[in-house]
């Protein structure tokens, strides 16, 4: 890729270690779900002890602070409270 200034730029050799292969996770579910998930429900669908709860909780809160996805809603779970998400209209409207 050609940069503005005109030199090259090796966009393979700067997006693999900048983004997060969880977060990327998260995304794919939810677009082939095609509707709000929690992080309870995201280590369900996934399956792999090495995506925890706590993990991906973490992860929909970065993307959720970064504007990717919204909160969609709360349902009562015990004590607290399962939070779900889903993608933010800036996602969606992407031309």
Known sequence: MTTARGDDFCWQAVVPPVVNPT???????MRLEKRPLSANRLAERIGDPEFTVA????????????????????????ASKEKFYWFSPRVGNCA
């Open 55 to 78: 993990r991906l909780h973490y992860h929909c809160e970065t993307l959720l602070k970064a504007g990717v996805l919204r909160l969609e809603g709360t349902v009562p779970r015990g």
């Open 23 to 29: 977060k990327v996770t998260i995304i794919e579910i």
